[in-house]
T-cell receptor
Framework: EAGVAQSPRYKIIEKRQSVAFWCNPI?????LYWYQQILGQGPKLLIQ????????DSQLPKDRFSAERLKGVDSTLKIQPAKLEDSAVYLC?????????????FGPGTRLTVL | GESVGLHLPTLSVQEGDNSIINCAYS??????FIWYKQESGKGPQFIID?????DKRQGQRVTVLLNKTVKHLSLQIAATQPGDSAVYFC?????????????FGRGTSLIVHP
């Protein structure tokens, strides 16, 4: 079974530029999560989708971050404009449902550096 | 602020020793806790979980203990191997009602010396 795919793996941009990350969850997984992991810290949940609907986005900085999962499969996370403090690894995870009985599977992440 | 945190940022052990990684949480309403292992350049990987109606749960070479009185979790790894070297995170579920909205702590780096 293929795992969670993310691209690109690395991205370097200058502050005030825009960037987008892509995630392809495990086939059949209804729930998709985006996390931000700053160096030396644990992952912080940004947004959780159930199919194409948002379950929780309380920690998403909505003035600059946006995410979509239009067809309930792939998802894109965008930052516009980027700030220095956005430098982090952006992790995508998926699970069969939103229930806590389902294991989350994480992708390898996209490492973003904002100069 | 963070509701989940770790006492020790780095733990060094010898191969074959038992390792204990600790975690404190502050939300008494949390009903589900998970330990993850994260190797360099990879996403976190599920290790073991425990619900708040349990005190102890065992897996293969790993045991999680939950002390609700002092809001403390620990992960015990028996006969630690070099492949266990990684950062370990505890996470608590703030979703409730069976849903999963996780909050991760800072992590402990486990270094296993051969």
């Amino acid at each position: 079974e293929a795992g969670v795919a993310q691209s690109p793996r690395y991205k370097i941009i200058e502050k005030r530029q825009s960037v987008a990350f892509w995630c392809n969850p495990i086939s059949g997984h209804a729930t998709l999560y985006w996390y931000q992991q700053i160096l030396g810290q644990g992952p912080k949940l940004l947004i959780q989708f159930q199919n194409n609907g948002v379950v929780d986005d309380s920690q998403l900085p909505k003035d600059r971050f946006s995410a979509e999962r239009l067809k309930g499969v792939d998802s894109t996370l965008k930052i516009q404009p980027a700030k220095l403090e956005d430098s982090a690894v952006y992790l995508c995870a998926s699970s069969p449902t939103f229930l806590d009985t389902d294991t989350q599977y994480f992708g390898p992440g996209t490492r973003l550096t904002v100069l | 602020g963070e509701s989940v945190g770790l006492h020790l940022p780095t733990l060094s052990v010898q191969e074959g020793d038992n390792s204990i990684i600790n975690c404190a949480y502050s939300n008494s309403a949390s009903d589900y806790f998970i330990w993850y292992k994260q190797e360099s350049g990879k996403g976190p990987q599920f290790i073991i979980d425990i619900r708040s109606n349990m005190d102890k749960r065992q897996g293969q070479r790993v045991t999680v203990l939950l002390n609700k009185t002092v809001k403390h979790l620990s992960l015990q790894i028996a006969a630690t191997q070099p492949g266990d070297s990684a950062v370990y995170f505890c996470a608590e579920n703030l979703g409730g009602g069976g849903s999963y909205i996780p909050t991760f702590g800072r992590g402990t780096s486990l270094i296993v010396h051969p």
